[in-house]
């Protein structure tokens, strides 16, 4: 059964890297998150194999707004494809999250531990995205938090159109400023997927 239970505030671990304080605007349109009702906070990490730590790669508050916008720039095609491969994982994800409103774990490290839909420990990845909603000042539990594992990701990034990755493209860039030393990286459509 899934409930909805608030967290007092944010965790630290969504607030922003640099200044350790929460988000404060929307990354794509630079509204102020104060007056926002629900946005999404998605942080992407990748695994330093020698010093045994996860690095931040890029990490973004979006308005509900844009993530609709985001959302809607999904093909007809993708959308379809994105859902069958969710389905194949479907199960899983729910056996967790009935599992951990059941017992009432509300806490970070319980939700993040595995990937949601594949169960693959987060430790043996190379690289991971995590993402909540926050409502109201506070975050939720109730689908998420989320972390996605690369393993999910790649197939993700197989079935999705061309014109699906071109839009993706884009909030990937203002979320990096074009940087281009993070091409490779898989982008996770968190955002859109809502
Ligand atoms: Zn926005």
Redesign the pocket.
Known sequence: MIRKFLFDGIPSFFYQYDTKTPFVQ?T??E?SLATSESYVIEKVFKQNKHLNVSEIVYEYA??M??ANDAGAKISHESRLAINRVIDDHRELLMMKLDYLHRTEKYNLESWLERCSLTGKEIRRCNEYAVSCIVENGNMVFEQGPMVVSDEFMEKLQNVLSVETKQAFDKIRDKVFDGSPSLEDLIFSPAPGLI
């Open positions: 929307c794509m349109c509204t979006i308005c707004h844009c």
